[in-house]
Nanobody, 124 residues
């Protein structure tokens, strides 16, 4: 069983930065593609970014492209989401998800394992 734990959320002013982490233990994270999603009450869960199992391929939603960077350190079994130039509309609970796969997916339903989420709040 893959367990994912997110951390790094918090309250930040618009224009600020946060770095989220998604860590796992007990499995080799290098076999899993990982995605970040976010959810705001009343809205669908939204795709943010995804990274291949080796880290050489990444893909972003248009709403975060150029501001967010996804990366991974497989030696530490951790995936990161560096968020810069944050906007109030980035406020959400952020989740990481993993799938034992070589392919990348933007659909939440494609991922098999999910973390508990971490709250990000951006004040104006």
């Amino acid at each position: 069983q893959v367990q994912l734990v997110e951390s790094g959320g918090g309250l930040v002013q618009a224009g600020g930065s946060l770095r989220l982490s998604c860590a796992t233990s007990g499995v080799s994270f290098s076999n899993y593609a990982v995605g970040w999603f976010r959810h705001t009450p009343g809205k669908e869960r939204e795709f943010v970014a995804t990274i291949s199992k080796s880290g050489d391929i990444t893909y972003y939603s248009e709403s975060v492209k150029g501001r967010f960077t996804i990366s991974r350190d497989n030696a530490k079994n951790t995936v990161y989401l560096q968020m810069n130039s944050l906007k109030p509309e980035d406020t959400a609970v952020y989740y990481c998800a993993a799938r034992l796969s070589s392919a990348l997916y933007t659909q939440a339903g494609r991922y098999d394992y999910w973390g508990q989420g971490t709250q990000v709040t951006v004040s104006s």
